[in-house]
């Protein structure tokens, strides 16, 4: 398992004993006062520049972002009042800032957001993010995020076949964000306190729409949203996230793609998916599958599709872990759908809502334990994909050796984002992005203070749970484990494939 700086393992319950402590400190956010959030910013004031964060890091690139604001004078969101101001990176390979490249420099903005490119993989660099000449630094609740050294992902062997975006919780038709528990007449719309939903301007529409847009043009052409797509199943809400998710490609429609094919993709259903109480007392209205069936092999809330090439074959196993309530259920019917699909021979990674592994199990625990017992007997079973917890995890199960077991950040709040998947023919790399529109950054900065300003510590996730590499041993060798320390990466080697993860 990768512990130390790779990964945080705050649970929500701690996170509110934590918040319980500093309530008074944030207060509830009220609504915006119209979109054009970004613009909203002051053009002059004292302007801080916090909230540094390394978000991205691949095998040639690095995103990172930060705020800059007012200390002394506070928002609607309970934050530092926004104020723009220029910024840029510096970057090198050595230890000595003056031998540091400038890259990313841009005029005045309060959200700061850089994208790096022509980095060489498997290298270390060192870095600062600066405004006005003042560093940069992380936030206190997430001291982590901002790292001063990383090291670029090794890039797994063999011709990249494709790129496949990854989006989970876009809640659209959300009226209030950050709510554990919504308590009608209650301050902040319940516990903890949340922020109300811009009626003209809905957070969700804007993130939603930038997700879907930034993953196509970074050249994926599979998509899969992963559940949660809507607030409360309501039919409205439905219909526009199908109209948003269209906005990529065509829904399902097929059972294999490659690169360069027609942009395709498919859904599965989240516990906010649910059916709901019709007119008639005992009755369930499906407005889900009502939207979404084109992409479910028929008569069921499953699906299979393969991508790649006939040198090498991923597969992505859609299946519906909803049990009519909020917590989730592997029944019989889908264990044995991804059995038969594992039985293609394809690299598989299943996705559902809920995650499912050792660490962190959000499904029945039966059913859980009869997954991972399936996945180990099947050595072409290569990760799998969550949602529902809204962070950036990834984890690993005794049962399944170094299989990875990855939960992403939500595309509606904070960190407020997409996950991009490369394919390879000797592996695949995973990065997480924050969806980059300056008004998307605007919104992800806001919801900060969700959960008392304590909400990043838990959804951020360490550096090495949102940008990850698996390495395939084509040999299948059943060697004994290695879990070896290389400063920059910890590396865990077991049987099937190698886990690269970035600290």
């Known amino acids: 398992m990768l512990t130390g700086m790779c990964q945080t393992n705050l649970s929500r319950r701690t996170l509110l004993r934590y918040s319980a402590l500093v309530a008074a400190t944030f207060p509830a956010a009220a609504a915006t006062d119209g979109w054009g959030l970004a613009a909203q910013a002051a053009e002059s004031g004292l302007a801080v520049p916090m909230h540094a964060e390394l978000v991205t890091v691949t095998d040639t690139s690095a995103v990172i972002t930060w705020f800059t604001g007012d200390p002394l004078r506070r928002d609607g969101f309970g934050r530092p009042a926004a104020v723009q101001a220029p910024g840029r990176v510096l970057i090198g390979t050595s230890l000595l800032p003056s031998t540091w490249r400038e890259a990313g420099s841009h005029g005045p903005t309060a959200y700061h957001h850089v994208e790096i490119t022509g980095l060489q993989p498997d290298t270390t660099y060192h870095w600062r993010a600066e405004s006005n000449g003042i560093v940069a630094v992380p936030s206190p609740v997430t001291p982590w995020a901002a790292p001063s050294t990383f090291t670029t992902l090794k890039r797994p062997a063999g011709r990249e076949l494709g790129r496949v975006a990854w989006l989970n919780d876009l809640h659209f038709g959300e009226q209030i964000a950050g709510l554990a528990v919504g308590i009608d007449g209650f301050p902040g719309g319940g516990l903890p306190p949340g922020i109300p939903v811009d009626p003209e301007h809905p957070y969700w529409r804007t993130m939603g729409a930038a997700a879907v847009a930034e993953s196509r043009a970074r050249g994926c ?7 949660d797509l809507s607030n409360e199943a309501e039919a409205e809400a439905l219909a526009e996230t199908r109209t948003a998710l269209d906005g990529f490609g065509s829904l399902g429609g097929v059972t294999r793609l490659g690169k360069g094919d027609a942009p395709r993709y498919f859904v599965t259903r989240g516990n906010h998916d649910r059916a709901r109480t019709g007119a008639v007392e005992g009755e369930l209205v499906d407005r889900f599958g009502g939207e979404f069936d084109a992409g479910f092999e028929p008569g069921t809330q499953h699906f299979s599709v393969g991508y790649g ?3 090498q074959t991923y597969r992505f196993v859609g299946l519906d872990s909803n049990d009519g309530e909020t917590t989730g259920v592997l029944r019989t019917s889908e264990l044995e759908f991804l059995e038969a699909e594992l039985g293609r021979g394809d690299l598989t990674i299943p996705l559902f809502h809920h995650p499912a592994s050792q660490q962190d199990n959000k499904v029945d625990a039966d059913g859980a334990r009869r997954f991972r017992t399936l996945l180990a007997g099947y050595d072409n079973a290569v990760g799998v994909y969550a949602g529902h917890t809204h962070r950036n995890h990834l984890s690993t199960s005794s049962e399944t050796a170094t299989l990875p077991y990855f939960e992403g950040g939500a595309v509606k709040e904070y960190p407020g984002g997409y996950t991009v998947v490369r394919l390879f023919e000797g592996g695949f790399t995973v990065n997480f992005y924050k969806s980059s529109h300056p008004d998307a950054l605007a919104w992800s ?16 996730g360490g550096l090495g749970d949102r940008n990850w590499a698996h390495h395939l041993d084509t040999r299948r060798t059943q060697t004994a484990g290695v879990l070896r320390d290389s400063g920059d990466a910890l590396t865990a080697e077991i049987g099937e494939g190698v886990l690269d993860a970035i600290c």
């Not at 052409?221 to 559940?227: E, P």
């Not at 900065?445 to 838990?458: H, I, K, T």
């Open 309 to 311: 090439t006939g040198s």
């Open 445 to 460: 900065e806001a919801s900060r203070a969700e959960w008392f300003g304590l909400a990043p510590a838990y959804m951020l």
């Open 221 to 227: 052409n599979l998509l899969l949203a992963n559940g």
